[in-house]
Every structure is written in C-alpha cells, then in structure tokens.
Nanobody, 122 residues
C-alpha cells in the first residue's frame, strides 16, 4: 500500500499548482483521501478531503481557491490550488482512510504518502 504525492514546486503569489496523489497496491474507490500540509515549525494540518461518495471538505482558508477531485480510473486524487499565497507554503501530504468517509483530522487516516514541497514566493 503506497501513496505517492507529486506536483509541488516554486510558484509566484497568485499562481497555480496541481498536486497529485497516486495510489498503488490498493484502489482508492472505497477510501476517503485527505490532503494535509505542514509549514516549517508548525503542526501538520488538514487542508481538504474527499470521501468515497465524492463529498468534499475544505478548511476556510482555502475555500474558493483549492479544489479536490478524484479520478478512480487513474487511481489518483488531485488538489488544484489557485490564487496561491505565501502562507500556503508547506510540505503537502496525502493520506487515505479505510473508513471511506473522513474529515481533515490526521488521526482519521491510515496510510500516508511522502510529502511534496510547495513554495509560494516572488
């Protein structure tokens, strides 16, 4: 069971990035997937989640800017990030919950991928 997060990079404020979370060893269809981020010196915090039924959740600071989606055929979940701000700078992680329905609390998740670094700076 592996999750592979990718798509991070350096972007200017106001720019966009799309993160991908690809699963191997299992199919994502029945899992809830969450995106989390950890800024230097800060705790890991939830950003967004998508349940097996397609329902989604976002933290207030990213609503209207970030969009989470899943492509079960590709066994991948995406996080489209628009209008990026310097405060979005962090290492982003994806995680999977066997429960199929989960929010943005790290304790709800069973499997974790490695992080991908997002830097928003001019």
């Amino acid at each position: 069971v592996q999750l592979q997060a990718s798509g991070g990079g350096l972007v200017q404020p106001g720019g966009s990035l799309r993160l991908s979370c690809a699963a191997s060893g299992f199919t994502l269809d029945d899992y809830a997937i969450g995106w989390f981020r950890q800024a230097p010196g800060k705790e890991r915090r939830g950003v967004s989640s998508i349940n097996s039924d397609g329902s989604t959740e976002y933290i207030d600071s990213v609503k209207g800017r970030f969009t989470i989606s899943r492509d079960n055929a590709e066994n991948t979940v995406y996080l489209q990030m628009n209008s990026l701000k310097p405060e979005d700078t962090a290492v982003y992680y994806c995680a999977a919950s066997r429960a199929g329905s989960a929010g943005t609390s790290p304790w709800e998740y069973d499997y974790w991928g490695q992080g991908t670094l997002v830097t928003v700076s001019s």
